[in-house]
């Protein structure tokens, strides 16, 4: 009997670690955990089954509908916005056909079951794209639809994978005389820049965040590459688990649009460091920008309006910006590198 489980592909990235882990205790679900590298040791108790291996590798997929029966994919592989920068397109080779490859093992997948697969996507505040830093301090909240010309390859590989869901969500082979009536229910989160306690990002642009914070608490100098004056949204990660679960659960008649923002706070990068010095009053924290960094941050969105999300499946955050930091941030990241 091929066993019933939830794929996660990206596994060992910042949202897999948390997600995994809900997932196996929280949602008593048999997590299959896909990367490209070796699954981190303490998160292979939580899995039923790690594969190492590349979601453009199509035969290693076949093999994988051939050993389970994959319900939900929860697609979080990719090549971030800076790293994707160095290698447009290989990164464009991950982002896009890694997901058109899972969504079509997930179309499959329904067909073969007679069932909907759910099919959770992260995308990103990189879909956005404001033509000067006039414009998005003046834009405010920015709505799903508006903004959309993104200036990375990461963002206009998220974007189109977007549109991608959407596709096969509701036009898949939509000439085909033999069309099948099952399909994919494709869910999209917009996520703002994540803040880990456990994890550091790599290859991000909005990464200065999460890294001053992580420098801090290790007592080691950090450069800060954008300007002190740069507003970006951000969400603790699990405020972010939190979503995904959440968009997951809920009922698809709830649901007006695929692709939706959430967002918890926005923040100015003095604000953190501000707040970083109040807990860590020895960093040493420097701005150094990097303009071409800047130029992207600075399309991006000072902030979202996420009144969708929060009116279709009850999203709320359960971190504001005091929270984030007094209550979860600041006490965890002390304790990962105190017990270190
Ligand atoms: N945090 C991501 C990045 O900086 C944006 O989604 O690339």
Redesign the pocket.
């Known amino acids: 009997m091929r066993r019933e489980v939830v794929l996660v592909s990206g596994a060992n990235g910042e949202i897999g670690h948390g997600l995994i882990r809900h997932l196996a205790e929280q949602e008593q679900v048999l997590v299959l955990a896909l990367d490209v590298q070796p699954l981190d040791r303490q998160l292979r108790d939580y899995c039923y089954s790690c594969i190492q291996g590349d979601i453009l590798d199509n035969m290693l997929l076949g093999r994988l509908v051939v050993e389970y029966e994959i319900r939900t994919i929860y697609h979080l592989a990719s090549i971030?916005?800076?790293?994707?920068e160095y290698n447009p397109e290989t990164a464009h080779r991950i982002n896009v056909e890694g997901t058109l490859n899972l969504l079509r093992l997930a179309v499959e997948q329904a067909q073969w079951q007679g069932k909907t697969v759910k099919f959770l996507y992260?995308?990103?505040?990189?879909a956005y794209g404001l033509p000067d830093l006039e414009t998005k301090m003046k834009a405010g909240k920015v709505k799903e639809e508006q903004w959309l010309q993104p200036t990375?390859m990461?963002g206009c590989n998220?974007l189109y994978c977007e549109h991608l869901g959407r596709y096969y969500n509701n036009y898949y082979r939509q000439l085909a005389a033999d069309r099948a009536s099952v399909s994919i229910d494709f869910r999209c989160l917009r996520?703002?820049?994540?803040i880990s306690a456990e994890t550091i990002?790599s290859?991000?642009?909005?990464?200065y965040g999460p890294e001053m914070l992580h420098h801090a608490a290790q007592n080691i100098p950090y450069a800060c590459f954008v300007r002190p004056d740069t507003v970006l949204p951000f969400m603790t990660m699990p405020d972010a688990i939190r979503a995904l679960i959440k968009l997951e659960a809920a009922p698809k008649k709830s649901l007006s649009q695929l692709v939706y923002n959430v967002t918890s706070f926005s923040m100015s990068a003095q604000e953190i460091h501000n707040v970083v010095k109040k807990h860590f009053p020895n960093a040493e924290i420097t701005f150094q920008v990097d303009t071409k960094r800047q130029s992207?941050v600075d399309s991006?969105p000072a902030d979202v309006d996420d009144l969708d999300a929060r009116k279709d499946w009850g999203w709320r955050p359960d971190y504001d910006r005091e929270r984030a930091f007094d209550e979860f941030l600041i006490p965890a990241i002390k304790q990962r590198y105190a017990t270190q």
Not at 80 to 84: E, G, I, M, N, R
Not at 122 to 126: E, K, L, Q
Not at 191 to 194: A, D, E, H, N, R
Not at 203 to 207: E, L, V
């Open positions: 971030l916005s800076t790293k994707a992260p995308s990103s505040i990189a990375t990461y998220k996520f703002p820049g994540l990002p290859g991000g642009t909005s990464d992207i991006w």
